[in-house]
């Protein structure tokens, strides 16, 4: 069955600092992998997605995440983070031939003046 | 990108009360559909996949005669919490998946006294 790990609960950075969120998942087969932003009392806004092809995908609100294979992980990047990138960050795993969607626990992400 | 709407947004109800929260497909048909329930500060986890004329898919622990889906047209699938109690206070979400890309609803908050 597919999984997903996300390590970190929480993260603060300073304004201006670059961002890793990390994503660890399981998954027998090629899967479908992203990564989801959620502000306080809304719904999921689709920041990236990986399927096929270059391993380095780029997103929206300058976000973009690597897709490494032997390490099963793909872990969202930002180079300088803005106070309104605080939110919580979901990765999900999908699978080619099916319809459901697994998601991580979250990661939670304060910003620091 | 495709579009998903949920009516209502928040919802307050008694207890031993029934709500139902409506998940709309926009600008695309949706022969599938799913909800999504996720507890304050925690992830989402599928309830149930949603399927247009035929009987809804719940996954395991989800009572089917407390969470009744109904899924009357393409565009249109509806959740209704019977006899519904405080623990069910939550927050619920729907998609859908025209292609390889979910997406989401705003999500609606049920807060049952």
């Known amino acids: 069955a597919q999984s997903v790990t996300q390590p970190d609960i929480h993260i603060t950075v300073s304004e201006g600092a670059s961002l890793e969120l990390r994503c660890n998942y399981s998954?027998?087969?090629?899967?479908?992998l992203f990564w989801y932003v959620q502000s306080p009392g809304q719904g999921l806004q689709l920041l990236l997605k990986?399927?096929?092809?270059?391993?380095l995908v780029q997103g929206i609100k300058g976000f973009e995440a690597e897709f490494k294979r032997s390490q099963s992980s793909f872990n969202l990047r930002k180079p300088s983070v803005h106070w309104s990138d605080a939110a919580e960050y979901f990765c999900a795993v999908g699978a080619i031939y099916n319809n459901d969607m697994r998601f991580g626990a979250g990661t939670r992400l304060t910003v620091k003046p | 990108g495709a579009v998903v709407s949920q009516h209502p947004s928040r919802v307050i109800c008694k207890s031993g009360t029934s709500v139902k929260i409506e998940c709309r497909s926009l600008d695309f048909q949706a022969t599938t559909m799913f909800w999504y329930r996720q507890f304050p500060k925690q992830s989402l986890m599928l309830m149930a996949t949603s399927n247009e004329g035929s009987k809804a898919t719940y996954e395991q622990g989800v009572e089917k005669d407390k969470f009744l889906i109904n899924h009357a047209s393409l565009t249109l699938s509806t959740l209704t919490v019977t006899s519904a109690h405080p623990e069910d206070s939550s927050f619920y979400i729907c998609?859908?998946?025209?292609?390889?890309?979910?997406?989401f609803g705003p999500g609606t908050r049920l807060t049952v006294l």
């Open positions: 990986y399927f096929s092809g270059d391993t």
């Open positions: 998609s859908a998946r025209p292609g390889n890309e979910q997406f």
């Open positions: 998954y027998g087969a090629t899967p479908y």
